[in-house]
């Protein structure tokens, strides 16, 4: 008997060996499917399935990106989301706010302390606490800021932004621009107004303001004799001055609110006189 160790047992394990390897690389025969096993079946789908995974992910790789825009303000026509008519407003806009105007730290109408330092306005009729985009027109700068408070008080003037709102826009040192207005959601869409808010903050004629108590007396009977109910609501001018602003009626439409302002400025025409429509509160 030959020793384990005898080149010729050498030589017959080596050639086992080589053989086995020969088998473990032979390819495999293709099977079809169904016959063979699940083992088989797999060998056969997997790089099928791999090359429409292959050419699926080419085709998502390939396609233009999509893009997504998110509007600031919405249609730049004017319209809202439902199809309504937004509230659009164009005319002088001024500022308040600075260091010597007095007003930083008052109450505003809607009873918040007045902060020149934040995006909020004065007007004279939109509802307090919505929202309004603001163009300049000489700039087209824009920005987005609530109304808090009412005015201005002054003849061509549609709306007081406060010192930043007015410092956004680029107008600050100028004092006025021409703007123009529209009411927005608190998403920046435009938005038309809801007439709901004309019940509990109903429409107001302002007749003028006055620091005189003898004219504020003769103007308040003359007004009451012909429209009735007449209000009196304190103020303090930029000048620092108190007067007292003299109104008429209560009225939850502002059509029936534009009438009255125009029998009045009949009534006044020979005064100079010019009253305007504001709110309540």
Sequence with gaps: MLSPFHPTNWSQACASWIHEIHIAFDPPVPVEPGKGG????????????????????????????????????????GRTATGAQAYVEEGVASWYGGNDDGFA?????????????????????????SFVEVENLENRKRAVLRVNDRGPFIKGRILDLSKRGAQELGFLGQGTSRIRLRAVDAMGLPTALDPAGNQTDPFVVQVASLSDPKNIEVLTRELENTFGVVTLQSAVTRSGQSVKRVRVGSYSS??????????????????GVEPFITRER
């Design 254 to 271: 502002r059509q029936d609110a534009e009438l009255a302002a125009e029998e009045i400025a009949k009534l006044l025409k020979d005064r």
């Design 38 to 77: 699940l083992l088989r079946l797999m060998r056969w789908s997997t790089p099928r399935v791999a090359t429409l995974v292959a050419l699926s992910f080419t085709l998502h790789c390939t396609r233009p990106p999509a893009s997504f825009s998110t509007p600031r303000s919405g249609p730049r026509d």
């Design 105 to 129: 730290g008052r109450p505003t109408a809607s009873g918040e302390i007045f902060d020149p330092e934040q995006y909020t306005c004065a007007h004279r009729t939109l509802p307090l606490g």
